[in-house]
C-alpha cells in the first residue's frame, strides 16, 4: 500500500487539511508533543480499517464538529484505490470504496460497510493488526517484544503470526473428537440392544406358519357359507327389489295426486289473476291522464330546484361575507375593548398614585422623625461601647468574689461535716470493728466469684468462637446447596449440557449426573442440618454462660465499694487517737470563716476594684432599656423610608400615566370610527348587499316550491298506478295461456294416476306368491360373522408377528449399518484426536515458529548490521537443556524457550546490559525484520513503512546510523515515514510534513 493522497475534515486534532504524498519517497513527519503527528497515521488506519486508538468510536470526531470524513487514496498492487469513510456523531458509519479506471474512478462498494470492508481487506491483502505489527511501527512498542521473559515471546510471536487461529482449530478437533467419541458409544450401545432383539427371529418365524395355517383353514370354511349365503340373497334381493317397486309405485300414486292438486289450485289462482288484470285494463283512459299530470308536476319541480340551488348558493356567499364582516368588526371591537380597558387602567393607576403622593407630608415627616431616632441610637451605641468592657469586668469580679464566697461556705460545709462525722466515728467504734468483719467476710466470698467469673468468660469465649466456626460452615453449606440447586436447575432444561464441561449429555450421562447432584444435595442437607442442631445447642450453652455472668457480675458491683468501705473503717480504726485533735481544729477552723462570711472581709482586693467600676457607671449613666427603646423606635419610623421610596416611584409613573392616556383616547376615537365605516363602506359590506340584491332576481318562493313538492307526493300513485296498467297489458294474453294449459295437465295426471293403481295390484300378488329366507339367511349370516372375528384375530396376530418379522429384518439392516457407523466414528475420532495434536502449541505452531525464526535471525541481523556498522549480533535460541531434581546431570532435559542472546566486540551480554541506543537500535532491527516477515506471511509486499518511535534514547552517532539505515533500506519501500519531535533528527530529512497545532485545529505545511 502506497500512499497517494489525505483529506481529512472533522478527525480528531483536524478541522480540514490535505496531504498529499506524491513525490514523498522518504519524509519527516515533525512538530511539538501533542501537535497531531500521530493522528495522521490513525486517520489512514482508520480510512481503511475502520479502527484507531480512540475508545468510543464518537471520539474520532472533532470536539464541537457532528461528522468526521476522512478521504485517502493509495495504489496497492498496481491499482490506484480510494476509500471514504464518513460518521456521523451518535450514528452509524458510512464507507465507500472505488477503484480508478481510464474512465474515472469507478465504485466497488457492497451493500453494506462489513461487505465493502471485507473487500478491502481482499484488495489491500493486509488486516489492521498486520498492519500495525508490520508497516505501522507505533511509538512506545519497539521493545514490548524484548522486555517479554522467554516464555512470553514465544505467545507474542504466536500472536503476530495469528496462530491463535490454530487454537481454535484445536479446540474445534477436540469437540469433534469427543463428539465422535460419544458417537461411537452410543452405537455401540445400540448395537447390543439390537443384537438381544434379533435372538427372538427363529420363534416368531415359527408362530407365523402356524397362525398362516389357521387362517388358510378359516378362509375355506368362510368361502363355502358366502356362496351358500349369496343363493339366499339372490331371492331375497328379487323379493326386496318387489318391495321397492311397489313402494316406488304407491310414491308415485301419491306424487301425482299431490301434482294434480296442486295444479288445480294454481289454476284457481291463475283465474283470479285474470279478473284483477281485467279490472286495471278497464281503468287505462283514468290511469292514463293522471300519470300525464304527474309529469307535468315534476317538470315544473325541476325549474324550482334550480331556482332553490341558486338561491341557497347566493344565501351561503352572503353568510359567509357577512361573517367575515363580523370578524372583521369583533376584531375591531375588541382592539377597541382592550385600548378602553389600558385606559381604565391607566385611570386606576393614575388614582393609585394620587393616594400615595397624598401622604407625602406625613412621610416627611416621619422621615426627620427616623433621622433624629437614628442619632439617639448613634450616640447610645458608641456609649455602649465605652460601657461594655466595664460591666465585663464588674461581671468578672463578681462573679470571682462569689466563687470565694462559695469555696468558704462548702469549707464551712465540709467543716461541719466532718465534725459531725467525727463525733459519731469516736461514739461508734464497736461499731467499726464489726462492720470491718462483716466487710471482710463478703470481700472473701466476691474474691471466689471472680475467679468463678473469669472461668464462665473463658468458656463463654471458647464457645463463641466454636459459634463462629459453626455459622462459617453454615454459610459454606447454604453456598453449596445453592450451587447444587442451580445445577439442578440447569439439568432441568431440556437439552441440557454439564454444569461442569458445558458439554451435551446423554441419557445415560443425564441420569448419572442427576443422581449423582442429587446425592451430593442429601449429604450437603444432612451435614447442614447437624450443623443447625449444634448452633442451637451451642447457642443455649451461651445463653446460659451469659445469664450466670450477670448474675455473678452484678454481685461483683459491690466489690470495689466493699473494699473501699473496709479501708475506710480500718483507716477510722486506726485514727481513733487523733479523733480529738481533729475535732478542735476543725471547730477553731469553722469558727474563723463563720467570722469572715459574717463580715465580708474575704477578696479585699476584688472587692475594692468592683466598688470603683461601679462608681464608674454610675457616672456614665448608660441604660440597656433606654438603647433597646431606641433600636425599636428606628425599626417601628423604617416604613418612611420604604414609603418615602414608593412616593418617588409614584411621582414617575403618574408623569408616565399622564403622558400616556391622550394617546389612548385618540386610539379609541379611531378605532370607533373605523368600526362604523367598515360596516358600511367596506368592500365586504358592498359585497353583501350586490349579493341581496341577486336573491331578489332569482325569484324564488319557498311556500310555491313545498306545495308543488306536497302535489308531486299525492300524485305518485298514478306512477304506480301506469306500472301496473302497463304489466297487465302484458301479463293478460300470458294468464289466458297458462289457464288452458293447468287444465289439460290436470286431465293428464288423472289419467296416469289409474294406470298405476293396475300395476300396484299386480306386484301385491308376486309378493304373495314368493318364499320365505330370512332364518335361513339369519344363521348364516350369524355363522359368518363368528368364523370373521376368529378370522380377524388370526389375521391381526398374522400381522403383529409380520411386522415383528419386518422389524427384525430392518434392525438387521440398521446392525450392519451402524457397525459401519461405528468403524467411521472411531476413525473419525482418531483422525481428530490426532488433528487436535497437531494444531497444539506442540504441533504446527511450533513448527511454524521454528520455520520462522532463522529468517527472522537473518533478517535482524542484516538490518542491525546496517544500523551498529556491523557491531551487533543477535542469535535465537529456541531450546535448553534443564536440570531438575537432585539427580540433575543424569535428569538433564531440553526446554522449549525464546532466548534472544546479543552479541558485541566485547562478547555475549544480556540486553538489559546495554545502552538506551543500542537498546533501541537491536528492538528496531527486530521489530523491522518482523514486520517484513508478517507482510510476507500476509501476501503483500511491503512498501510502506511508518516509523512513529521515540528517537530521544539515541545520541547523535546513533541518530546519524538510524538515519543511514533508513536510508540504506529506502530502495527496499516505496514510501518512509517517520515521526518524531528532534530538531536534529528533523533537520536530516529533505523532505518534511511540519503538523502545528493552533486554534482553529492543527494544521500541515510540506517542505521538500
Known amino acids: ?154 505467545e507474542i510471536l504466536a500472536e503476530l503470526l495469528k496462530l491463535h487461529r490454530y487454537d481454535e482449530l484445536e479446540e474445534r478437533a477436540k469437540d469433534l473428537s469427543k463428539s465422535f467419541r460419544a458417537q461411537a458409544d452410543q452405537l455401540e450401545q445400540t448395537l447390543q440392544s439390537i443384537a438381544t432383539q434379533l435372538q427372538q427371529q427363529e420363534a416368531i418365524a415359527t408362530q407365523l406358519a402356524e397362525i398362516e395355517a389357521q387362517v388358510n383353514q378359516l378362509q ?66 283514468e290511469i292514463k291522464a293522471g300519470y300525464q299530470h304527474y309529469q307535468n308536476l315534476l317538470g315544473q319541480e325541476e325549474e324550482f330546484s334550480a331556482k332553490f340551488q341558486e338561491y341557497t348558493h347566493a344565501q351561503q356567499q352572503r353568510t359567509q361575507l357577512q361573517q367575515q364582516l363580523v370578524q372583521q368588526v369583533n376584531e375591531l371591537q375588541r382592539q377597541l375593548q382592550r385600548a378602553e380597558g389600558q385606559l381604565v387602567i391607566l385611570q386606576q393607576q393614575e388614582q393609585e398614585t394620587q393616594q400615595a403622593l397624598s401622604k407625602s407630608a406625613e412621610v416627611e415627616a416621619g422621615v426627620l422623625q427616623l433621622a433624629a431616632a437614628r ?46 462525722t467525727l463525733s459519731q466515728q469516736q461514739s461508734t467504734q464497736s461499731q467499726l470493728q464489726q462492720t470491718a468483719t462483716e466487710v471482710a467476710v463478703q470481700i472473701e466470698q466476691l474474691e471466689k466469684d471472680k475467679v468463678y467469673i473469669e472461668r464462665v468468660r473463658e ?16 454459610r459454606e453449606f447454604e453456598k453449596q446447596l445453592g450451587e447444587v440447586e442451580q445445577k439442578i436447575q440447569m439439568l432441568s432444561v431440556p437439552d441440557a449440557v454439564c454444569p461442569l464441561c458445558e458439554r451435551p449429555l446423554d441419557e445415560h450421562h443425564w441420569n448419572r449426573v442427576v443422581d449423582k447432584t442429587k446425592e451430593q444435595k442429601r449429604d450437603t442437607e444432612e451435614q447442614f442440618i447437624v450443623v443447625r442442631e449444634q448452633l442451637v445447642v451451642t447457642e443455649t450453652e451461651i445463653q446460659e454462660l451469659r445469664r450466670r ?24 480504726l486506726s485514727a481513733s487517737d487523733e479523733l480529738q485533735s481533729r475535732l478542735e481544729q476543725i471547730a477553731a477552723e469553722k469558727q474563723h470563716l463563720e467570722r469572715s ?51 418617588k416611584d409614584a411621582q414617575k409613573r403618574q408623569a408616565q400615566i399622564i403622558a400616556r392616556q391622550p394617546e389612548m383616547r385618540t386610539q379609541i376615537d379611531d378605532l370607533s370610527q373605523q368600526i362604523e365605516q367598515y360596516q358600511v363602506e367596506s368592500e365586504c359590506a358592498k359585497q353583501i348587499a350586490a349579493i341581496a340584491s341577486r336573491i331578489d332576481r332569482i325569484g324564488y318562493d319557498p311556500d310555491r316550491h313545498s306545495a308543488l313538492r306536497t302535489a308531486i307526493r299525492q300524485a305518485q300513485a298514478w306512477q304506480l298506478s301506469y306500472q301496473q296498467l302497463l304489466s297487465a297489458q302484458e301479463q293478460y ?55 370373521r372375528r376368529q378370522l380377524d384375530d388370526r389375521l391381526s396376530q398374522l400381522g403383529r408377528l409380520q411386522q415383528q418379522s419386518q422389524q427384525l429384518a430392518a434392525m438387521q439392516a440398521q446392525h450392519e449399518q451402524q457397525q459401519q457407523q461405528l468403524q467411521v466414528a472411531r476413525r473419525q475420532q482418531r483422525v481428530y484426536q490426532e488433528l487436535g495434536q497437531a494444531f497444539g502449541k506442540n504441533g504446527i505452531q511450533a513448527l511454524m515458529i521454528e520455520n520462522l525464526l532463522p529468517q527472522l535471525e537473518a533478517e535482524t541481523n542484516q538490518l542491525l548490521a546496517r544500523l551498529s556498522a556491523n557491531q551487533l549480533h543477535v542469535q535465537f535460541i529456541t531450546q535448553k537443556t534443564g536440570r531438575s531434581g537432585r539427580a540433575a546431570k543424569k535428569n538433564a532435559k531440553t526446554i522449549d524457550t525464546l532466548d534472544i542472546l546479543i552479541a558485541d566486540a566485547r562478547g555475549t551480554r544480556p540486553y538489559e546490559t546495554y545502552s538506551g541506543g543500542e537498546a533501541f537500535r537491536i528492538n528496531f532491527a527486530i521489530r523491522l525484520a518482523l514486520a517484513r516477515l508478517l507482510a510476507q506471511r500476509a501476501g503483500a509486499s511491503l512498501q510502506l513503512l511508518i516509523v512513529d518511535e521515540g528517537f530521544g534514547t539515541q545520541d547523535q552517532e546513533g541518530c546519524d546510523r538510524l538515519i543511514a539505515a533508513v536510508n540504506a533500506i529506502a530502495a527496499d519501500f516505496s514510501c518512509i515515514l517517520a515521526v518524531t519531535h528532534m530538531p536534529y533528527f528533523k533537520e536530516a530529512f529533505q523532505a518534511r510534513i511540519e503538523v502545528v497545532k493552533t486554534q482553529n485545529g492543527s494544521q500541515l505545511s510540506l517542505s521538500m
Open 375 to 420: 442619632d439617639r441610637l448613634a450616640n447610645l451605641d458608641r456609649l455602649q461601647l465605652q460601657v461594655s468592657p466595664l460591666i465585663q469586668r464588674r461581671n468578672t469580679l463578681q462573679a470571682q468574689i462569689d466563687k470565694v464566697q462559695a469555696r468558704l461556705t462548702a469549707k464551712l460545709e465540709e467543716l461541719e461535716t466532718q465534725q459531725i
Open 597 to 647: 462570711l459574717a463580715q465580708g472581709d474575704y477578696a479585699a482586693d476584688l472587692q475594692t476594684e468592683l466598688n470603683q467600676l461601679n462608681s464608674q457607671l454610675q457616672q456614665l449613666n448608660y441604660s440597656e432599656e433606654s438603647h433597646a427603646l431606641a433600636r425599636s423606635e428606628v425599626d417601628k419610623l423604617r416604613w418612611a423610608e420604604v414609603r418615602q421610596a414608593q412616593i
Open 549 to 572: 455472668y450477670r448474675e455473678v457480675a452484678q454481685k461483683l458491683t459491690q466489690y470495689d465499694a466493699l473494699r473501699e468501705q473496709r479501708g475506710q473503717v480500718i483507716a477510722q
Open 1 to 154: 500500500m502506497i500512499p497517494v493522497q489525505l483529506i481529512l475534515k472533522n478527525f480528531l486534532s483536524y478541522r480540514e487539511t490535505t496531504l498529499d504524498f506524491s513525490g514523498l519517497h522518504i519524509a519527516c513527519i515533525c512538530g511539538s508533543n501533542g501537535a497531531g503527528k500521530s493522528s495522521l497515521l490513525e486517520a489512514i488506519t482508520w480510512a481503511v480499517w475502520g479502527q484507531s486508538r480512540a475508545v468510543a468510536e464518537d471520539d474520532i470526531i472533532h470536539s464541537g464538529a457532528k461528522e468526521v470524513r476522512v478521504d485517502f487514496l493509495f495504489y496497492s498492487d498496481r491499482h490506484k484505490y480510494r476509500v471514504i469513510r464518513t460518521r456521523y456523531r451518535g450514528q452509524s458509519s458510512s464507507l465507500e470504496f472505488q477503484v480508478e479506471t481510464p474512465q474515472g474512478f469507478r465504485s466497488l462498494t457492497e451493500k453494506g460497510v462489513r461487505a465493502t470492508q471485507s473487500l478491502i481487506l481482499e484488495h489491500v491483502k493486509l488486516d489492521y493488526e498486520t498492519f500495525i505489527n508490520s508497516a505501522y511501527l507505533r511509538q512506545g512498542r519497539a521493545d514490548e517484544f524484548m522486555l517479554k521473559r522467554p516464555n512470553e515471546r514465544k
Open 220 to 285: 375355506q370354511e368362510q368361502a363355502f357359507d358366502e356362496i351358500q349365503l349369496k343363493s339366499l340373497q339372490v331371492i331375497r334381493s328379487q323379493q326386496q327389489n318387489w318391495e321397492q317397486q311397489l313402494s316406488f309405485l304407491k310414491q308415485q300414486s301419491q306424487n301425482l295426486t299431490a301434482d294434480r292438486d296442486r295444479l288445480q289450485q294454481e289454476h284457481l289462482a291463475i283465474e283470479s289473476q285474470l279478473a284483477a288484470v281485467a279490472e286495471i285494463l278497464d281503468r287505462e283512459s
Open 733 to 787: 294474453p300470458q294468464l289466458e295461456q297458462r289457464s288452458r294449459d293447468l287444465a289439460a295437465a290436470v286431465q293428464a295426471r288423472t289419467a296416469e294416476r289409474q294406470v298405476i293403481a293396475v300395476q300396484i295390484e299386480e306386484v301385491i300378488q308376486k309378493l304373495e306368491q314368493s318364499p320365505n329366507t330370512t332364518t335361513e339367511s339369519q344363521t348364516l349370516e350369524s355363522q359368518l360373522a363368528f368364523r
Open 459 to 474: 468458656k463463654g469465649q471458647e464457645r463463641r468462637h466454636f459459634l463462629e466456626r459453626l455459622q462459617e460452615q453454615q
